[in-house]
């Protein structure tokens, strides 16, 4: 049968009346999981996702040709430069009355942005959990897979990648790199202009800002409720204490700042700076390996723990094509789709699944995956220090503006 009649009869015709939609696809139960499969079948799901970085819009390519030919989906990779676009249109279409057939099927999601949507009743669910490949997660040995910076999930996401807080720095210029942020702070003040960090409300300079207020904050657990329960200003004093004493040092003064990780990153390959960090644990590797960074730079984490979450798939509340965007994600956490993003070669991720859970081959090939003398060591990547409360991201985005955006 062709593909696209197979999509059709698994749509439900309803009214055509005055300001209907002609047809409306039955909702998928992903307790029923071959039924999710022929629905999908001749789907194309709109996957909204971050573009800005080139490896991870090859990865969702082999993603989009992986399930064409398993599935019959067609994958579209809509390549967002900030997820708050994303949240905004689906606002947009449940305020204009557009309750079934919504531009986006499948969203890369977390922090702040999840719990707007979740406030605002924008997201479909439960479902991540009734995925076939959710149980190589462990989630019941791994609380981080059913909370997203604080926020129980509640199966209304699904998880697909690690992200973590790493630092790199070129060993023939720094000969011990800082791993406090005392330290650090020591260090570009006797080494000025060869460090900096980008512009909020960039994710990379909130990151920043958040492992500084851990470690800098007498009492870090009021960073995990929400911001109107704490006293912001008396909390974050120390941050700001900290910047104004960085801030000279940087490159150019702490005048102007760097618009993302990926010019923080040519800041470093172009000389001009010797220390900079990502929010990927493989991204110095990856820059070594394709030459955009020497053979002598170095990751790791600072002393005390270093920011981890994790990355998650949650499909809006109107999604047309949520039975393909169910199979898009289950797919993603497969064995074999993790194995491919945990490749240095490829996507340099780190793995949501747990090794243990998985069944012998797999456990065998992810033990096998080779480690780049530039990545962090297990050892540093084991100390992971959890998200903040997602409402002090945009407080701490708007006071770093108040304070030092106009120059």
Not at 55 to 60: G, H, I, Q, Y
Request: hydrophobic share 45%; net charge negative.
């Amino acid at each position: 049968m062709a593909r696209w009649l197979r999509g059709y009869l698994a749509a439900l015709v309803i009214s055509l009346g005055p300001g209907l939609p002609l047809l409306v696809l039955a909702e998928p139960d992903p307790a029923d999981w071959d039924s999710v499969l022929k629905q999908a079948t001749g789907q194309t799901v709109y996957l909204n996702a971050w573009g800005g970085e080139p490896r991870t819009n090859e990865f969702f390519a082999w993603t989009a040709s992986q399930v064409d030919e398993r599935f019959g989906i067609t994958l579209q990779h809509v390549k967002l430069s900030d997820t708050a676009e994303a949240v905004s249109r689906v606002l947009a279409e449940k305020q204009a009355g557009n309750v079934n057939n919504g531009a986006i099927d499948l969203l890369w999601l977390n922090g702040e942005n999840f719990a707007s949507m979740q406030h605002n009743a924008l997201l479909y669910g439960p479902w991540a959990e009734q995925l076939p490949n959710f149980r190589w997660v462990d989630a019941d040995n791994n609380a981080d897979m059913r909370k997203d910076f604080t926020i129980p999930v509640n199966g209304f996401e699904s998880p697909w990648l690690r992200a973590q807080l790493v630092f790199f720095h070129d060993t023939y210029l720094i000969a011990q790199a800082p791993r406090t942020m005392s330290e650090l702070l020591a260090w570009a003040q006797r080494h000025p202009g060869e460090f900096t960090y980008p512009r909020p409300p960039d994710f990379l300079a909130t990151t920043f800002m958040k492992q500084a207020l851990l470690e800098l904050v007498p009492e870090p657990e009021k960073l995990y409720q929400p911001v109107t329960n704490s006293d912001f200003d008396a909390v974050t004093e120390p941050l700001w204490a900290y910047l104004d004493a960085l801030h000279p040092v940087l490159l150019r003064q702490g005048r102007s700042f760097p618009a993302s990780g990926a010019e923080m990153r040519r800041l470093m390959a172009d000389g001009e700076t010797a220390l900079a960090f990502a929010f990927s644990p493989s991204e110095a590797a990856i820059a070594v390996d394709r030459g955009e960074l020497p053979d002598s730079v170095r990751a790791y984490t600072m002393n005390g723990g270093t920011l981890a979450n994790v990355s998650f798939l949650a499909i809006p509340f109107n999604a047309t094509h949520k039975a393909g965007a169910m199979v898009v994600a289950d797919f993603l956490l497969s064995p074999e789709a993790q194995l491919r993003a945990q490749d240095p070669d490829y996507l340099g991720s780190t793995s949501v699944l747990s090794v243990t859970a998985l069944p012998a081959q797999w456990r065998e090939r992810m033990q096998l995956i080779r480690r780049h003398p530039a990545a962090p060591s297990e050892e540093d990547l084991a100390r992971r220090l959890a998200e903040p409360h997602p409402s002090w991201v945009v407080a701490l985005e708007d006071a770093w503006l108040q304070r030092y955006g106009v120059r």
